[in-house]
């Protein structure tokens, strides 16, 4: 995959203010407030940066933690995973492989088969519906309910 380098001016011109902040400043949108939080059409989330296909949207499930969460990346390959010891706490911060953009954080409190809580900033996203006529038109979608301490991403 080839990636791609661009000057922060450059990153600016092509990003909305928002999506800089989240996308190559590491911020976090606030919970409950994102454009694709509530999507569960057939499809694929793409990083809002570059377009590189990231997640699809049959292991996208309700987190309750107010942004949009995956069990499980398109491959290792999309998604590089970067120790963050950032607001005094240690997580693992999902990165974009292609481009390098902050996406969010991976938990390891999400459903079976992985465990994982791919959790995104729904600004670090874009979605492409699966073509008509594909697949049989049915996503499953796991609900899974958050513990008592609310989960926090970004």
């Known amino acids: 995959m080839e990636k791609i380098e661009l000057t922060e001016e450059q990153w600016r011109e092509r990003l909305t203010p928002e999506q800089y902040q989240v996308l190559r400043q590491a911020g976090t949108e606030r919970p409950f407030t994102g454009e694709l939080l509530s999507v569960k059409d057939d499809g694929t989330f ?22 949009p969460s995956f069990w499980a990346a398109l491959g290792e390959d999309r998604v590089k ?8 706490m240690v997580r693992t911060e999902v ?47 796991l609900e899974h309910l958050r513990d008592e301490s609310g989960p926090n991403c970004g």
């Open 46 to 67: 793409t990083c809002a940066a570059c377009g590189l296909e990231l997640f699809d949207s049959s292991t996208k499930y309700e987190s309750g933690s107010g942004w």
């Open 81 to 88: 995973l970067v120790k963050d010891r950032s607001h005094f």
């Open 95 to 141: 990165r974009c492989a292609r481009c390098d953009s902050h996406l969010g954080h991976v938990f390891d409190d999400g459903p079976q088969p992985t465990g994982e809580r791919y959790c995104m900033n729904s600004l670090a996203l874009g979605f492409e519906p699966a073509a008509a006529g594909a697949g049989d038109g049915t996503t499953p979608v």
